[in-house]
């Protein structure tokens, strides 16, 4: 089998959280991703999914070192680049990109449009013809050289978040994560901007890491969906049968909150009790179990591991293990 663009070995990142001061001082941790592992093949979107501070945006930006991992190892083209020192690192980001969620707060307000894509190859001294890779690619993503010259105050959502994947492209990156591209824009933008980054996954073999909370939007572009619930994966899987099949109760419950375009059609919400626990000092055993209405005896001392239900679905959850069947 052919090998894969990226491996995520057992990932992990925690925050120091300091409360009080002097003798006086202790140090916790946050533990914000928390063992995550999943492979990722040349020209397949991964979705990762998961409510507000579940650990997907952190996931992402630990996978690019753009902040420190507390461990864990990120095989990108059959190289840990974890141990890669801050020199080589730089090198290895010609081929790893992100598409930030805000794009605005990612675009510089005082660069025009020009500056901001010819940055990347100006900052690695690309041999390339500068001003034509720029005319080049400001038209791949839909607008037109007239717009070089502008600042990005002077575009809407949609438009800058275009310029963003502009500047992504720059250097042809073989893995770009996206990190919630398209939550901030109109939901008739966010039509457009997917279906250009189909097109640009098409035309260049790009892989991605599509972060969102839209589970539609996660469903048109993905092949396969990984679910995170405070900092862990509970289920992965190809879309269809996390779509069709879901295992894990969260993301059952996740699914029943899509909502359905047929007006008058029912469906059944689940909706889950209790806020998430806090990272800072997850329940023990299964960090889902205090909003888990099935929950067993197990669930409650001993935290899961991940069990493979179908070929390439895997499931974190007592459920699925030969404990409970066995009626632990």
Known sequence: MMQPLLEVRNLKKYFPVVKGFGPFKEIRWLKAVDDVSFTLHKGETLGLVGESGCGKS???RA?????EPTSGEVIFQGENIIALSQKEM???????????QDPFASLDPRMTVKEIIAEP???FKTRENIKKRVEELIEKV???RSHLDRYPHEFSGGQRQ???IARALALNPKLIVCDEPVSALDVSVQAQVINLLEDLQKEYGLTYIFIAHDLSVVKHISQRVAVMYLGKIVELGPVEQIFNNAKHPYTKALL???PVPEPGAKKEK?????DVPSPINPPAGCSFHPRCSGKKPICIEVMPDLVEVEKGHVVRCHLYSGEVKRGI
């Open 90 to 100: 730089r090198k290895k980001r010609r081929e790893m990109q992100i598409i930030f």
């Open 162 to 164: 275009r310029i963003g």
């Open 270 to 274: 689940i909706i889950l009790e209790g």
């Open 63 to 67: 996978i690019l070192r753009l902040i």
């Open 142 to 144: 839909g607008l037109s």
């Open 121 to 123: 190859l100006r900052v």
């Open 58 to 60: 952190t996931t992402g």
């Open 256 to 258: 029943s909150a899509i």
